[in-house]
């Protein structure tokens, strides 16, 4: 297997050459969606988070 990936990996043939540019921009792109997704949830979390924060009220005294 190794050997396979080191062939593909210094292959100077045209065709290889248009399979790790199509390769390379597919997991950029699923990288992108992932980020997105968590982006979205950490937003959605961080609000919450806002939200519980502010409502908490403190006493300056002690009784």
Known sequence: MKHILR???FSE????????VVLTA???????????????GAAH???TIDNDVT???IEKSFK
Request: hydrophobic share 60%; glycine share 12%.
């Open 26 to 40: 597919g997991m950029a792109f699923m990288g992108f969606v992932a980020a997105a997704s968590v982006w979205d």
């Open 13 to 20: 043939n045209g065709a290889v050459t248009v399979d790790w």
């Open 45 to 47: 979390i961080g609000s």
């Open 7 to 9: 062939d593909f990996a």
């Open 55 to 57: 409502a908490i009220k």
